[in-house]
């Protein structure tokens, strides 16, 4: 992958989105060995040094090349990591906290979630026999017709290294607001070759769903109110 597009986009834009690339391809590599092998610890730790060799012999191997220029590293701090930092402080705190609690936007989705990935642990779809046996957890009978990636590489976790149900919604979610963050400031580099911009793209996209998160700030003593929504 960083063959075809290292003189496409820049390096920052390349690990982020070989982030969400690893992601999809360990789940999905992982999704057609579960035939064969059932989902375990020393399952999980074989694809991972699989993977890391993997990564190290590409490295090793790959042609040497100069990567298109982009942003400095002062600005990557600013507007990919602390941004990253920030979004992460709110997915750690608003999903599934101490497995009980959660806020926000995913109180309609997460019940919905949290289903697939127990199917996938150790429900109707943990015991496949064919790559398409996959059924709905919410419906008797029924074939699930909705994209399983994000759930499985949960249930991945859940079920390998034993990861509790909330670092199992949370580490994926920060990998892609990582990759999103990334993505977003390069592509705001690129069309405006200024620095300035980048500064201000990923908190403007942080914040554009009000002026909630004000109320957070000032107000401390809200932070521990799990049925306070700070997004409105």
């Known amino acids: 992958m960083t063959f075809l597009l290292i003189h496409v986009i820049d390096l920052p834009t390349i690990i982020g989105i070989g982030s969400v690339f690893g992601i999809l391809s360990c ?4 999704y057609l060995l579960n035939l064969l092998f059932k989902l375990s610890f020393k399952f999980g730790l074989m694809q991972i040094i699989l993977y890391s060799l993997s990564g190290i012999l590409i490295q ?12 400095s590293f002062f600005c990557w701090i600013y507007s990919v990591a602390i941004p990253t930092l920030v979004l992460s402080w709110f997915f750690y705190y608003g999903l599934l906290y101490k497995e009980s609690y959660t806020r926000g936007a995913s109180f309609g989705d997460l019940p919905f979630h949290l289903n697939l990935i127990a199917s996938f642990a150790v429900g109707c779809n943990s015991e496949r026999k064919s ?30 290294f034993k990861s509790s149900l909330h670092l199992a919604l949370v580490l994926p979610s920060v ?15 690129y069309f405006s070759k200024s620095e300035l911009s980048c500064l201000f793209a990923p908190w403007l996209f942080l914040f554009e769903g009000g002026l909630g998160f004000i109320e957070y700030i000032i107000h401390p003593e809200l932070r521990g109110r799990f049925y306070t929504d700070f997004v409105h």
């Open 175 to 189: 990998i892609f607001g990582f990759a999103i963050y990334t993505v977003l400031s390069s592509l705001v580099f």
């Open 131 to 160: 790559v398409f046996d996959i059924v709905s957890p919410f419906y008797a009978k029924e074939k699930l017709a909705y994209p399983i990636m994000s759930n499985y590489f949960s249930a991945i976790l859940r079920s390998c």
């Open 27 to 30: 789940g999905w590599i992982c």
């Open 60 to 71: 090793i191997y790959r042609p040497k090349r100069k990567f298109r220029k982009s942003y």
